[in-house]
Nanobody
């Protein structure tokens, strides 16, 4: 069993900052990448940011220059620092991890339960 525990969601004013954390645990052997995706009402789920175990990062165009993702390989925890928040950033944010387990070396992925981020104007 694999667990992704998210924390840090909440309500902030436009222009403010917020940090999200996602801790992976359970029967994980190696983490290949962790990332954050978001989904607003009536919208498709979209990439926010992803970071690999080697340190490579990828950001959605709408958050480039404002958000920063990092990965602690030892703790298997991804952190997303969100600065200059805008009302359009309001969404449910979901953590995703790509990993292998001791039972299988074939990569698979899992999702967190989601955490609400609301930016007021």
């Amino acid at each position: 069993q694999v667990y992704l525990v998210e924390s840090g969601g909440g309500l902030v004013q436009a222009g403010g900052s917020l940090g999200l954390s996602c801790a992976a645990s359970g029967s994980i052997d190696r983490v290949g990448a962790m990332g954050w995706y978001r989904q607003a009402p009536g919208k498709q789920r979209e990439l926010v940011a992803q970071v690999t175990s080697m340190g490579s990062t990828n950001y959605g165009n709408s958050v480039k220059g404002r958000f920063t993702i990092s990965l602690d390989n030892v703790e298997k925890t991804a952190y997303l620092q969100m600065n200059g928040l805008k009302p359009e950033d309001t969404a449910v944010y979901y953590c995703n991890a790509i990993f292998t387990t001791l039972d299988s070396e074939v990569p698979r992925d899992d999702w967190g339960q989601g955490t609400q981020v609301t930016v007021s104007s």
